[in-house]
């Protein structure tokens, strides 16, 4: 982006969806109201204040009633999260925008950015849930739709301290969309960011599947699409000629993890995938990297699948196989969606392994899903144990 600041447009300029999308605009004293919550603060308070208080109100149902409510701390000096807290629901709020938010015409110097992610889940459990129809609140998310907000806000306010060039001559303009965590909503929204909301560009979604439809539509539509979550090889292909990712795909994470075992003398391991292209993918990696004409250099990689979708009586077979094999070595390969519903099976899994003492002190197990981690902060209290002989492989993004 080119530039030079517009002295017109001191302003955050954002949209949110709500049975079609609003947008609206923000003087210097933000004052996020309504449909997405509130941010307080101006540029001498947060100079003054080592943190801020955030607040986020959740998604208004079709009554016009909000869901739940979500605060968050943003440490100004870290520039990090703290811990959030979640409130209660509550039935306050109407379905109609705030008086103070206006709907603009577009300008010349505006870029719109579509974003689609995960803000609720129809997988989730909640108070005064009647059915599968109606979603919950994915408050894990709402942290990410705060930092949105923010660098949004940092980036049009062109805050020198993140290197942004104070010449640029581009504003902003968000396009949030919730894909409830399903392939039909998610679709719909990709169209209408595309079609109604002409879009620049988009950012997500989250799960690596509808990542490979949005992609093809975004291709289709030649509007670039950015992930910063899918990983998996499948989409490293010519059809999805418009997408890109800021997270290195699986090629990356298995030739570490071939290389680690090459270095601990390992000639034989198994992996477990999750049933789909996704774990073929993986399956097929992992044997390009660990294969070697070298005979010494050479590691065997079993495969054994199992349905992410499904509970700990169908996944059983699964354990029993790599039972049978008496494998040392194992690498955990999860889908990359990091839902409850993964969580749940990988708990069933990592139960089942511990019964039939496929997981014991003398087993390795390896991980490379960056949520996995956080998973054990949840897990029971006799799986704590694996972290002492288990192996995380991570991601980090070095300064040039």
């Known amino acids: 982006l080119s530039c030079s600041i517009n002295p017109n447009r001191g302003y955050i300029s954002s949209a949110y969806q709500m049975m079609g999308v609003i947008s609206w605009y923000f003087p210097f004293m933000v004052n996020f109201e309504g449909l997405t919550g509130m941010v307080q603060y101006d540029d001498q308070k947060v100079r003054k204040q080592s943190t801020i208080r955030i607040e986020l109100v959740n998604f208004v149902e079709q009554d016009g009633k909000f869901r739940g409510k979500h605060i968050s701390w943003f440490d100004w000096m870290s520039n990090v999260f703290r811990k959030s807290e979640e409130e209660k629901l509550y039935n306050g709020g109407v379905s109609d925008p705030p008086h103070n938010f206006v709907v603009p015409e577009r300008q010349e110097n505006e870029l719109r950015i579509g974003v689609l992610h995960r803000f609720t889940n129809r997988d989730l459990e909640c108070e005064g849930k009647l059915d599968d129809t109606k979603p919950c609140p994915d408050t894990d998310s709402f942290d990410f739709l705060s930092t949105v907000l923010l660098a949004t806000h940092f980036f049009n306010t062109r805050r020198e301290d993140f290197g942004i060039p104070t010449q640029c001559n581009k504003n902003l303009s968000l396009f949030i969309y919730d894909t409830e965590n399903e392939e039909g909503t998610t679709f719909d929204n990709i169209m209408s960011l595309i079609k109604n909301d002409q879009v620049d560009v988009l950012v997500g979604p989250l799960n690596t599947g509808y990542t490979k439809t949005t992609s093809i539509i975004s291709s289709a539509f030649k509007v670039p699409q950015i992930s910063y979550a899918a990983r998996s090889n499948i989409l490293d292909s010519d059809i999805y000629t418009h997408f890109m990712r800021v997270v290195p795909d699986f090629e990356f994470t298995a030739s570490s993890v071939c290389a680690f075992w090459r270095h601990q003398g390992y000639h034989v391991a198994g992996i477990l995938i999750p049933e789909g292209a996704h774990g073929e993918s993986a399956k097929k990696t992992m044997t390009k990297h660990c294969s070697s004409d070298v005979e010494e250099d050479h590691i065997r990689v079993y495969a054994f699948s199992f349905d992410p979708t499904s509970s700990k009586t169908t996944n ?48 390795t197990w390896h991980f490379v899903d960056w949520y996995i981690k956080d998973w054990f902060n949840f897990a029971p209290a006799e799986y704590k144990w694996l972290l002492s002989g288990s192996f995380f492989f991570d991601i980090k993004v070095r300064k040039s």
């Open 316 to 363: 059983v077979e699964a354990i029993e196989s790599l039972q049978k094999t008496r494998l040392n070595v194992v690498l955990y390969v999860g889908s990359g969606e990091n839902t409850l519903k993964e969580r749940d099976v990988f708990y069933d899994l990592i139960g089942t392994a511990i019964e039939t003492e496929t997981l014991s002190s003398s087993t």
